[in-house]
């Protein structure tokens, strides 16, 4: 079991920048494909990015490609996103998933369906 918390969300002018971070504990981290997730209200949750549990590869959603970044470091337990030329339309509650998976279909986001997750930061973008 993981235990996930997503911190660094807050207030910011479209065209700024923030970083997520989603620390982990409990079991070794690198045994987890991770992924971020948001929801903005009255709307369905949605994938954001996700990356294998080595870190080499990642994946986007459309509408968020060439503006954030997903990483992670294994070694401190830790998940990022890092977001770039915000819009109030990336204004949403945003959240940290995790799974055990070893397969080759680490990008799939159903694969956090029956994962783990946090309890999400809010990202407000408005100015």
């Known amino acids: 079991q993981v235990q996930l918390v997503e911190s660094g969300g807050g207030l910011v002018q479209p065209g700024g920048s923030l970083r997520l971070s989603c620390a982990a504990s409990g079991r070794t981290f690198s045994m987890y494909v991770t992924g971020w997730f948001r929801q903005a209200p009255g709307k369905e949750r949605e994938f954001v990015a996700a990356?294998?549990?080595?870190?080499?590869?990642?994946s986007y959603a459309d509408s968020v490609k060439g503006r954030f970044t997903i990483s992670r470091d294994n070694a401190k337990n830790t998940l990022y996103l890092r977001m770039n030329s915000l819009k109030p339309e990336d204004t949403a509650a945003y959240y940290c998933?995790?799974?055990?998976?070893?397969?080759?279909?680490?990008?799939?986001?159903?694969?956090?369906?029956?994962?783990?997750w946090g309890q999400g930061t809010q990202v407000t973008v408005s100015s």
């Open positions: 998933a995790a799974k055990v998976y070893y397969g080759s279909r680490w990008f799939d986001p159903s694969l956090y369906e029956n994962g783990y």
């Open positions: 990356i294998s549990r080595s870190g080499d590869s990642t």
